[in-house]
């Protein structure tokens, strides 16, 4: 029988092998840059249900002595710049960054901050700019995406893929400020979907410049730019057919040049300080030496610079986050209602709770994530978009309970809890949607898990019926147990907590590998179970981080390491439970039964144009 049972396991996955890594179908911004068939990644590792601690324990400090004390040095200027001479509310009311704002900015070195020192730059890592980032993220968000729109994505590319001719002409200048840069992606016909920009770039007769036209909208920096990455259509020949095709390259590209103009900046619902306007390109001549990176190969530089670019959000918003936590809890304990302080009610308490513990996963993803960064470590795509997916909705959430611990006083504008509230809403859409960037996780997840479980079929053809039976029992049969793995690397004091996500690491695993078992290259379009599994390696990949720093802080004897002790049991007991109890209504009929439902009401509604019951009146 169990012979019997291991051949049918054995001819059931060989049968999916060949469709288990979806391709096509996928929208851009998930098509991702090709994954090794065997990453330290733990947050890779947890879709095939393993547990790979290397990136994840101990908690990283990547931060010399050295770099540390040029860190606090950079951290008092910046923040008495921010509390002493900038002015959020002001640059809210008229929705621009002063020149005087702009000219400080450069004098403190921000519009430099990652460039090396031979260029004019402050040569800061990563960790040390997420720490400048986070002040920037506490004081004024609509200077934050003036400077970071600056850096973080707009000269970014020239970082990672300029030539050496390209970074002596460019970086002085974007460093010192001189110069402003903006990358350009973004079409009215293209969104998430990079692939089908249509703004394009032609190689001219004589082959020394290229021929640019079309236009980019919501650029931010759109009208100040003078340097921009650019995205365009390219004529490539294609290898295997030999017919002309269209493929994205990037262009390093100057107002300068000439045929480059811009709309009037856009009136926004938030970060209104920030400037963002459309692009027009009229018959832009490039020089051939300004292309960025390989002719043809420009989506997969569009999105390993927004990848590379994601790790700042979260900090920026843990700042953002810890500001209006102070707030809220200074109002809170001065307020008196029914003769009692509020903060000593239930209500209240539960809000302060989930708003502390928010910003400790917030930080301690986005600060083990550029810790990583800083490490060397290649393979962060999904560790990214947890950390920008995660920071954007959990400071969306914090300044709404801020607002809410408030009454009616959060809904003054003089609190500055409205515009911070108005700042942090385009979080969740622009640098990849959350909804995209779920489907990233999943996607590229589903297909790490894909091809083990193509190998183990691989492995399993060339074995008898007996050796089926055991590798079954060890390659299928995990998801039965646990092997204690984050329990053994974490502090005594939280090994209970640990042992719930050592649980649920195999049964994620399993279930993603039911899902890979029962749609194969069909999985694309199950959205609906996506963002579940999704949400469900968001859950454990921050339960793992706030464990590995609470462990770090209690090890250390830090002052608040009791405090961080109870947070994190908090957030593991909560985390594990959520889980639990998706992945248990993931095959439950009634989970795909309103999986039905919802799409029928969807295309119900469609069809009608809108809301679709009859009015409860009649009329």
């Known amino acids: 029988m169990a012979s019997s049972m291991c051949r049918h396991m054995a001819r059931s996955c060989a049968s999916q092998a060949a469709k288990r890594v979806p391709r096509h179908g996928v929208p851009a911004m998930t098509q991702q840059r090709h994954i090794s068939e065997q990453s330290p990644s733990f947050a890779l590792n947890m879709f095939r249900g393993e547990v790979n601690t290397t990136e994840v324990f101990p908690y990283p400090q990547v931060l010399t002595e050295e770099q540390a004390e ?24 008229v929705a621009e960054v002063p020149p005087k704002i702009m000219k400080g900015l450069a004098e403190l070195g921000a519009f430099g901050l990652q460039v090396p020192n031979d260029f004019g730059g402050l040569g800061l890592t990563n960790t040390q700019y997420a720490r400048l980032t986070e002040i920037v993220g506490a004081h004024d968000l609509g200077v934050g995406i003036q400077i970071g729109a600056h850096q973080s994505i707009g000269f970014k590319g020239i970082l990672l893929y300029g030539t050496d001719a390209q970074k002596e002409k460019y970086l002085p200048k974007v460093a010192s400020g001189e110069w402003v840069a903006a990358f350009c992606l973004t079409e009215p016909s293209s969104g998430s979907d990079a692939n089908s920009i249509r703004c394009r770039a032609v190689p001219s007769e004589d082959g020394s410049h290229y021929i640019l036209n079309g236009s980019k909208i919501w650029i931010s920096n759109g009208s100040i730019a003078e340097v921009m990455t650019v995205f365009a259509q390219t004529p490539v020949r294609d290898e295997k057919t030999g017919q002309m095709v269209d493929k994205v390259s990037a262009f390093i ?29 009229d018959n832009v001549k490039i020089p051939k030496e300004n292309l960025l990176g390989e002719y043809g190969k420009g ?65 301690s993803i986005a ?74 996780i999943a996607l590229t997840g589903v297909q790490y898990a894909g091809s083990a479980l193509k190998q183990d079929v691989k492995a399993m053809s060339k074995m008898d019926v007996g050796a089926i039976a055991n590798f079954a029992n060890k390659k299928f049969l995990w998801r039965l147990s646990s092997d204690d793995a984050i329990t053994r690397c974490v502090h005594p004091d939280l090994a209970n907590v640990a042992g719930l996500v050592d649980v649920c690491v195999p049964a994620f695993g399993a279930t993603v590998t039911s899902l890979l078992q029962e ?101």
């Not at 950079?74 to 959020?88: G, R």
């Not at 069909?522 to 462990?551: E, P, T």
């Not at 957030?571 to 999986?595: P, W």
Request: net charge neutral.
């Open 299 to 363: 989506f997969k530089v569009a999105m390993n610079i927004l990848n590379n670019g994601r790790f700042g959000m979260g900090a920026a918003l843990t700042g953002s986050m810890k500001k209006v936590i102070a707030q809220a809890t200074q109002f809170a304990t001065d307020r008196t209602q029914f003769k009692e302080k509020i903060h000593t009610y239930g209500a209240i308490q539960e809000k302060l709770a989930r708003m502390g513990a928010a910003c400790y996963l917030t930080e």
């Open 367 to 440: 600060f083990m994530l550029s810790s990583n960064m800083d490490l060397g470590v290649t393979e962060f795509q999904v560790e990214a978009a947890i950390s920008k997916v995660f920071a954007s909705e959990a400071a969306w959430m914090v300044a709404d309970e801020a607002i809410q611990i408030h009454g009616g006083m959060g809904f003054m504008k003089d609190t500055g809890l409205e515009r911070v509230v108005r700042d942090l809403r385009i979080f969740r859409i622009f640098e990849g949607a959350n909804e995209i960037l779920r489907l990233l």
């Open 253 to 281: 590209v100057q107002r300068s040049f000439g045929g480059v103009t811009s709309g009037s900046p856009e009136k926004k619902m938030g970060i209104k300080a920030s400037n963002t306007a459309e692009v027009y390109y």
């Open 70 to 93: 040029e860190t606090r040095m950079l951290v008092d200027p910046t923040t008495k710049f921010f509390e002493e001479v900038n002015d959020a509310a002001h640059n809210d009311d």
């Open 519 to 619: 749609h194969g290259k069909d999985i694309v379009g199950q959205q609906f179970a996506l963002k579940h599994v999704a949400n469900c390696a968001i859950d454990i990949y921050g339960m793992v981080a706030v464990l590995s720093r609470c462990s770090r802080s209690l090890s250390e004897g830090l002052p608040s390491a009791e405090h961080e002790r109870v947070m994190t049991e908090f957030i593991v007991s909560e985390g594990s439970a959520r889980v639990r109890q998706t992945l248990k209504g993931m095959g439950n009929l009634v989970t795909l039964d309103n999986y039905q439902r919802m799409q029928h009401l969807s295309n119900q509604m469609v069809e009608n144009g809108g809301y679709v019951a009859s009015h409860p009146l009649g009329f």
